[in-house]
């Protein structure tokens, strides 16, 4: 702004708000007119302008255009910014020998760097970040107050002089060396497979040799992470591209600001030769998870490397990762062997976000780095309301004003130090936004910590129906409000009728939701040991279609995986009902199918067993399907599956190959889908929860619900599961008010 009020010989003003920018110009008629236009034209490259009001007011004579000092009263209402990947002249910088800021690991303008990870409170200004403690050169601030320089007002700026310095540590926190040394030693380490935790941008990442079998196999043992794939960081495009394949959208996504972990198909040759991928990166998994370099750091690193590393959250399962280098030490002690680490302050975990590219379209499945906080109009303003979201995969959000802000991924909210960090979320966003809640909202399940946390708050609640507000974060960010046909797939979520819902079809108008359809429900014998064990789903679904006679078919893959002594306490354990809770979840029913086909009998992480199913379908596929029913006059119908299990066990018997069938599998559902859709006559369609991270039905459900003449709407900002719930709690919140109005 400042620049285009001088080039337009313009006066006035420009200065920081806790609300945004506020600027006054006058001069000309045409050269305001023509300011306004350009700003909205030329905003750089990482803005996104939301909003904007414009106002005539009487000229004031001022003869020059200034930045003033920034505005600190007033509700907070600025968007924050996400931390943005090294721009291109940067990292020109810092592979110039002749440049000051040459091989510099923190060097950053107004076009990139930390932005989320640094800020503790609005506006955004250098002693309201973790910046605070770094006074500036001359050189620095001369950049700081220059209007031609791309430093101007760049709250982060810093150089070799006055900036953050990196520092290698071995296991009891001794300093092995600094600055450059410390990261050519590091490579050095790398290279020999020793594991080293870097301290990165928001938080702590492993890094080992990507090539190094055993070297993988060890991070593997000492994290405690047995099948779950790891990501990978490699030096440049043309390298990814000699192990995946790319294409136009997905390097696109892969050098963007967000610069996530991209989702690509691996190569059949990728794991071959000596700088080929360990197979135990992602094993039996037909992608591998890429990402570029994003901090100056990690492209020295890279330039100096040369080969793909593993880059996986410096954490313990389930854990939140690690910001603070002390901290990191104590928890990351068993896993690393050095320690390269920074004294710029981490405000806040922000973990790497995962995207997948979906009919040439990203989706997020992970909303953290370069994504979080994400901010989403609302239809009208709501008192200030904490969404605290479910219990996998947990984001919370605030409302306020008309604004919707949900956070970074925090994750599974199973420990003690995952919950920590979930409070400490609801914290951080609070200060930064002056936030001080009147409402909550939270899930109907009455066990989530997130729940117990919304209620210990004492203040009005909204409890919304976890399906629900999976239709709901859809809606929210496509700005739906009309009647939709919501079809809300997933692994698990209370249900109004106390059961565990999952395969659902919701009618939601503006005021509400009706159950209108649903899949077949069977009983998960052993509770919460079904969702680790595919096996015991299939043995509760086909309880469901063969009774007792059940356990005579010892030609089952599911029915071979047990002991004689598991075998014989099954049978009394489903006729009694003892521990077997009733679901009709989709994710449930790939579990089953998943232990049916021998994909998988045991679950080492969340989604394994689906995935398989997917994976399954690969150089195998078919249009064929199978039958199904669907009962009922009125809704809520019922879609049954019993006649496809029946015709999978004859494809079974018959030898057709797993992936024929998994092909088979996913065709159906998606008939399933079209038909329910058919019988509602709803035009607008919504696609939500887990099971639609799934690449194939996903894609494959659009296409035959729009060659049926619906319009079908999916998440394109936040993901698909439940990292969006919390979205969706706020706009329940706001319908809550609404209807109290």
Same mark, same amino acid.
């Given at each position: 702004?400042?620049?285009?009020?001088?080039?337009?010989?313009?006066?006035?003003?420009?200065?920081?708000?806790?609300?945004?920018?506020?600027?006054?110009?006058?001069?000309?008629?045409?050269?305001?007119?023509?300011?306004?236009?350009?700003?909205?034209?030329?905003?750089?490259?990482?803005?996104?302008?939301?909003?904007?009001?414009?106002?005539?007011?009487?000229?004031?004579?001022?003869?020059?255009?200034?930045?003033?000092?920034?505005?600190?009263?007033?509700?907070?209402?600025?968007?924050?910014?996400?931390?943005?990947?090294?721009?291109?002249? @940067?990292?020109? $910088?810092?592979? %110039?020998?002749? /440049? &000051? !800021? #040459?091989?510099?690991?923190?060097?950053? =303008?107004?076009? *990139? +760097?930390?932005?989320?990870?640094?800020?503790?409170?609005?506006?955004?200004?250098?002693?309201?970040?973790?910046?605070?403690?770094?006074?500036?050169?001359?050189? @620095?601030?001369? $950049?700081?107050? %220059?209007?031609? /320089? &791309? !430093? #101007?007002?760049?709250?982060?700026?810093? =150089?070799?002089? *006055? +900036?953050?310095?990196?520092?290698?540590?071995?296991?009891?926190?001794?300093?092995?060396?600094?600055?450059?040394?410390?990261?050519?030693?590091?490579?050095?380490?790398?290279?020999?497979?020793?594991?080293?935790?870097?301290?990165?941008?928001?938080?702590?990442?492993?890094?080992?040799?990507?090539?190094?079998?055993?070297?993988?196999?060890?991070?593997?043992?000492?994290?405690?992470?047995?099948?779950?794939?790891?990501?990978?960081?490699?030096?440049?495009?043309?390298?990814?591209?000699?192990?995946?394949?790319?294409?136009?959208?997905?390097?696109?996504?892969?050098?963007?600001?967000?610069?996530?972990?991209?989702?690509?198909?691996?190569?059949?040759?990728?794991?071959?030769?000596?700088?080929?991928?360990?197979?135990?990166?992602?094993?039996?998994?037909?992608?591998?998870?890429?990402?570029?370099?994003?901090?100056?750091?990690?492209?020295?690193?890279?330039?100096?490397?040369?080969?793909?590393?593993?880059?996986?959250?410096?954490?313990?399962?389930?854990?939140?990762?690690?910001?603070?280098?002390?901290?990191?030490?104590?928890?990351?002690?068993?896993?690393?062997?050095?320690?390269?680490?920074?004294?710029?302050?981490?405000?806040?975990?922000?973990?790497?976000?995962?995207?997948?590219?979906?009919?040439?379209?990203?989706?997020?499945?992970?909303?953290?780095?370069?994504?979080?906080?994400?901010?989403?109009?609302?239809?009208?303003?709501?008192?200030?309301?904490?969404?605290?979201?479910?219990?996998?995969?947990?984001?919370?959000?605030?409302?306020?004003?008309?604004?919707?802000?949900?956070?970074?991924?925090?994750?599974?909210?199973?420990?003690?130090?995952?919950?920590?960090?979930?409070?400490?979320?609801?914290?951080?966003?609070?200060?930064?936004?002056?936030?001080?809640?009147?409402?909550?909202?939270?899930?109907?399940?009455?066990?989530?910590?997130?729940?117990?946390?919304?209620?210990?708050?004492?203040?009005?609640?909204?409890?919304?129906?976890?399906?629900?507000?999976?239709?709901?974060?859809?809606?929210?960010?496509?700005?739906?409000?009309?009647?939709?046909?919501?079809?809300?797939?997933?692994?698990?979520?209370?249900?109004?009728?106390?059961?565990?819902?999952?395969?659902?079809?919701?009618?939601?108008?503006?005021?509400?939701?009706?159950?209108?359809?649903?899949?077949?429900?069977?009983?998960?014998?052993?509770?919460?040991?079904?969702?680790?064990?595919?096996?015991?789903?299939?043995?509760?679904?086909?309880?469901?279609?063969?009774?007792?006679?059940?356990?005579?078919?010892?030609?089952?893959?599911?029915?071979?995986?047990?002991?004689?002594?598991?075998?014989?306490?099954?049978?009394?354990?489903?006729?009694?009902?003892?521990?077997?809770?009733?679901?009709?979840?989709?994710?449930?029913?790939?579990?089953?199918?998943?232990?049916?086909?021998?994909?998988?009998?045991?679950?080492?992480?969340?989604?394994?067993?689906?995935?398989?199913?997917?994976?399954?379908?690969?150089?195998?596929?078919?249009?064929?399907?199978?039958?199904?029913?669907?009962?009922?006059?009125?809704?809520?119908?019922?879609?049954?599956?019993?006649?496809?299990?029946?015709?999978?066990?004859?494809?079974?018997?018959?030898?057709?190959?797993?992936?024929?069938?998994?092909?088979?599998?996913?065709?159906?559902?998606?008939?399933?889908?079209?038909?329910?859709?058919?019988?509602?006559?709803?035009?607008?369609?919504?696609?939500?929860?887990?099971?639609?991270?799934?690449?194939?039905?996903?894609?494959?459900?659009?296409?035959?619900?729009?060659?049926?003449?619906?319009?079908?709407?999916?998440?394109?900002?936040?993901?698909?599961?439940?990292?969006?719930?919390?979205?969706?709690?706020?706009?329940?919140?706001?319908?809550?008010?609404?209807?109290?109005?």
């Amino acid at each position: 702004m400042y620049r285009l009020a001088r080039d337009l010989s313009l006066a006035g003003f420009v200065r920081n708000t806790p609300q945004g920018v506020v600027a006054e110009v006058e001069g000309s008629a045409t050269a305001v007119t023509s300011f306004l236009t350009r700003v909205l034209q030329e905003a750089p490259r990482n803005a996104r302008i939301e909003h904007h009001e414009t106002y005539d007011l009487a000229p004031l004579g001022l003869q020059e255009f200034r930045v003033l000092p920034s505005e600190h009263s007033g509700e907070k209402s600025a968007v924050v910014l996400p931390d943005m990947a090294a721009c291109p002249e @940067c990292l020109q $910088e810092i592979f %110039d020998a002749a /440049n &000051r !800021r #040459f091989r510099y690991p923190f060097t950053n =303008c107004t076009n *990139c +760097g930390p932005r989320y990870s640094i800020i503790e409170a609005l506006p955004y200004d250098r002693q309201n970040t973790t910046m605070r403690t770094f006074p500036m050169c001359r050189d @620095c601030q001369t $950049e700081y107050e %220059d209007p031609s /320089n &791309r !430093r #101007f007002h760049a709250q982060p700026n810093a =150089c070799p002089v *006055c +900036g953050p310095q990196l520092e290698l540590w071995d296991l009891s926190g001794k300093t092995l060396s600094t600055r450059g040394d410390a990261l050519i030693r590091t490579c050095e380490y790398i290279r020999a497979g020793q594991i080293v935790a870097l301290k990165g941008l928001g938080g702590f990442q492993l890094l080992v040799d990507a090539r190094n079998a055993v070297a993988v196999q060890l991070l593997r043992s000492r994290k405690g992470r047995e099948e779950k794939p790891f990501a990978l960081m490699y030096p440049s495009l043309p390298s990814v591209e000699e192990h995946c394949f790319v294409s136009a959208e997905e390097r696109d996504v892969s050098c963007s600001t967000g610069s996530p972990i991209v989702l690509l198909s691996k190569r059949p040759d990728a794991s071959i030769g000596a700088n080929g991928i360990a197979a135990d990166v992602a094993p039996d998994n037909p992608y591998l998870g890429v990402m570029m370099p994003y901090t100056p750091l990690h492209h020295l690193l890279m330039a100096e490397l040369g080969f793909p590393i593993v880059a996986t959250s410096g954490n313990l399962s389930d854990e939140p990762i690690c910001i603070d280098e002390h901290e990191a030490l104590a928890r990351l002690g068993g896993f690393a062997d050095f320690f390269l680490v920074h004294n710029r302050p981490i405000a806040r975990q922000v973990d790497d976000s995962v995207v997948r590219i979906l009919m040439k379209q990203p989706m997020p499945l992970r909303m953290a780095r370069g994504y979080a906080p994400v901010a989403v109009s609302l239809p009208a303003a709501l008192p200030d309301c904490l969404a605290v979201g479910a219990h996998l995969k947990n984001t919370v959000a605030i409302a306020k004003g008309g604004h919707a802000y949900v956070s970074q991924h925090i994750g599974d909210l199973e420990t003690r130090i995952a919950y920590d960090a979930f409070t400490n979320v609801v914290q951080s966003l609070s200060r930064i936004y002056d936030f001080e809640p009147q409402t909550t909202a939270c899930d109907l399940h009455p066990d989530y910590p997130s729940t117990t946390f919304a209620l210990e708050q004492q203040l009005p609640t909204v409890k919304v129906q976890h399906h629900y507000a999976h239709v709901l974060s859809c809606m929210i960010e496509n700005d739906l409000s009309e009647p939709v046909l919501g079809i809300a797939w997933d692994g698990t979520g209370l249900g109004t009728d106390g059961t565990i819902w999952g395969g659902e079809f919701l009618r939601v108008d503006d005021r509400s939701f009706e159950r209108v359809g649903h899949l077949r429900p069977f009983r998960l014998p052993g509770g919460d040991a079904a969702v680790r064990e595919p096996r015991r789903t299939a043995i509760g679904l086909l309880y469901e279609v063969f009774g007792p006679q059940l356990f005579e078919m010892r030609q089952l893959k599911p029915i071979q995986s047990f002991s004689a002594d598991e075998l014989r306490l099954l049978p009394d354990v489903l006729a009694r009902g003892v521990n077997c809770p009733v679901t009709s979840s989709a994710g449930r029913l790939f579990d089953a199918v998943s232990s049916l086909l021998g994909l998988c009998q045991h679950c080492s992480f969340e989604g394994q067993a689906a995935m398989k199913v997917e994976f399954a379908i690969a150089g195998a596929a078919s249009d064929g399907t199978y039958d199904y029913v669907m009962t009922g006059d009125a809704p809520p119908y019922i879609l049954d599956w019993e006649s496809m299990i029946r015709q999978i066990l004859a494809d079974l018997h018959n030898a057709i190959p797993a992936g024929v069938i998994a092909a088979k599998f996913h065709n159906t559902l998606v008939e399933m889908i079209v038909s329910l859709a058919r019988r509602m006559n709803e035009k607008i369609v919504v696609l939500s929860g887990g099971c639609f991270q799934n690449a194939y039905l996903t894609a494959r459900a659009i296409r035959r619900l729009s060659a049926a003449g619906f319009t079908v709407y999916r998440h394109h900002r936040v993901p698909p599961n439940d990292g969006g719930i919390a979205l969706g709690q706020i706009a329940e919140a706001a319908r809550a008010q609404r209807k109290a109005q």
